[in-house]
């Protein structure tokens, strides 16, 4: 009987022994916590509005520039996006810029009067664009690159100075002032832009402007906030 009950009593001992193996883990100790996912600082079926401020270079010296007639100026504008996905969009930018020209105005006999003098007047543009945008996943920083074709106004102007007769052999000059045309514009640029939050952003960018007509491309560096929705 003693037999029998030692017996019995070792089974049982290796049975819980087997059951509960050589070491024992808490839930707390095997639980597994999945990290939490990236913030999306861009979205799909997203709107942007951009408003920022522009320096203009051109391309030539301000003497032989045919549009701005400037070597450089400052401005402002504003762009509307519409991102169908987060990284392709399409919309429409304006901006405006304070080109100051010198305009010729010589008259009189071999050219003697002359009220030639500096001139402000406002150059600006509208165009379509199509931009190609990449986050940088897990971070706000975003690089992009677009294209764009529109109208560019203001600029253009003429001043030329001819002879409409003399007076004892002595010419008479006049000026003949052509006023500004409206001309076709290309643009291609490439930036980055660093979102604050998930509505505001940063935008840094450079573009080159293509003009039609001679003597006329200019640069163009922009810096702006940008406002998402």
């Known amino acids: 009987m003693k037999k029998l ?27 597994q916590v999945a990290p939490p996912p990236c913030p999306e600082w861009y979205a799909d079926n997203e709107w942007d509005i951009g408003i920022w401020g ?4 051109t391309a030539e010296n301000w003497d032989a520039d045919k549009y701005i007639e400037a070597d450089h100026a400052w ?9 169908f996905h987060r990284y392709f969009g399409i919309g429409v930018e304006g901006w405006v810029a304070d080109a100051r020209r010198f305009e010729t ?7 003697l009067i002359d009220n030639s003098h ?17 986050p940088i996943q897990c971070s706000r920083f975003a690089p992009y690159v677009w294209g764009g074709a529109g109208a560019v106004f203001g600029g253009g102007e003429r001043d030329d100075v001819v002879v ?12 003949i002032h052509h006023d500004s045309e409206t001309k076709f514009a290309g643009q291609v640029g490439a930036g980055f832009e660093v979102r ?4 505001i952003g940063w935008t840094n960018d450079f573009s080159w402007n293509f003009i039609s007509r001679d003597n006329s491309d200019f640069g163009m560096v922009r810096s702006g906030i940008n406002f998402a929705f």
């Open 5 to 31: 009950a030692l017996t019995l009593t070792t089974f049982f001992v290796c049975t819980i022994l087997a059951h509960a193996g050589p070491e024992q883990y808490s839930g707390k100790e095997m639980k």
């Open 54 to 57: 522009t320096y203009i270079f």
């Open 75 to 83: 401005g402002g504008g504003l762009d509307l996006k519409y991102f």
């Open 105 to 111: 105005d010589v008259s009189g006999i071999v050219g």
């Open 118 to 134: 500096n001139e402000n007047r406002l150059v600006g543009s509208t165009l379509g664009t199509f931009t190609f945008r990449y």
């Open 164 to 175: 409409t007769g003399n007076i004892q052999g002595l010419p008479i000059f006049d000026t």
């Open 196 to 199: 604050f939050t998930r509505h």
